[in-house]
């Protein structure tokens, strides 16, 4: 079965600071890695995605994630925290043969002035 | 381009007693997702729609749980009968198609409080 770990609960980051979100995975196969963000009272945003290629994916609001086969793991980056960044942040992952995206527990992001 | 609908956004009912959650996806998306998001967890598929045939409702508890995507466009969940630990928030979301690789797109959610 697939899973997500993010193993800490709350991050928390000065504003300006570098922001970092961690992410492992578990999957039968290659894997297909989402980040989301959660808003307050808002849906989850979607915010990259790695399929193939290039370990270093770049999203929206200045965000990219590097995907590490080796360490299976896909932690979330920011090289300049925003207060606008405290939110929710979901990794989840698909597997070829699996199409369930399955989401890991979330973290909350403090970012503090 | 406009996004996910859901309706309505809270619902609070009492146990034992129905509720139904609407949504409408993103226009040219054929697959639909429906999430049950309890507080302090991941979202968990509930079950997933390619056009309007199942394509994966094996987190759905079927003896409580319905959903249909008749015309393959919007869709109902629905919960008969309801119980406490159905509280959360029910999340709908669209996708162009249901590749591994494709991203979903998330609507605001119907906050559900069962009493």
């Known amino acids: 079965a697939q899973s997500v770990a993010q193993p800490e609960d709350q991050v928390n980051v000065a504003e300006g600071n570098p922001l970092t979100v961690k992410c492992t995975y578990s999957v039968s196969g290659n894997p297909y890695l989402f980040w989301y963000v959660q808003y307050p009272n808002r849906g989850l945003q979607f915010l990259l995605k790695y399929i193939t290629g290039d370990n270093l994916v770049k999203g929206s609001y200045g965000f990219e994630a590097e995907f590490n086969k080796s360490q299976t793991s896909f932690h979330l980056k920011k090289p300049s925290a925003l207060v606008s960044d405290s939110a929710l942040y979901f990794c989840a992952v698909r597997s070829y043969g699996n199409n369930r995206l399955t989401f890991g527990k979330g973290n909350q992001v403090v970012v503090i002035p | ?115």
């Open chain 2, 1 to 115: 381009e406009a996004g996910v609908a859901q309706s309505p956004r809270y619902k609070i009912i009492e146990k034992r007693q129905s509720v139904a959650f609407w949504c409408n996806p993103i226009s040219g998306h054929a697959t639909l997702y429906w999430y049950q998001q309890i507080l302090g967890q991941g979202p968990k598929l509930l079950i997933q729609f390619q056009n309007n045939g199942v394509v994966d409702d094996s987190q759905l508890p079927k003896d409580r749980f319905s959903a249909e995507r008749l015309k393959g466009v919007d869709s109902t969940l629905k919960i008969q009968p309801a119980k406490l630990e159905d509280s959360a928030v029910y999340l709908c979301a669209s996708s162009f198609k249901g590749g591994a690789g494709t991203e979903a797109f998330f609507g605001q959610g119907t906050r559900l409080t069962v009493v």
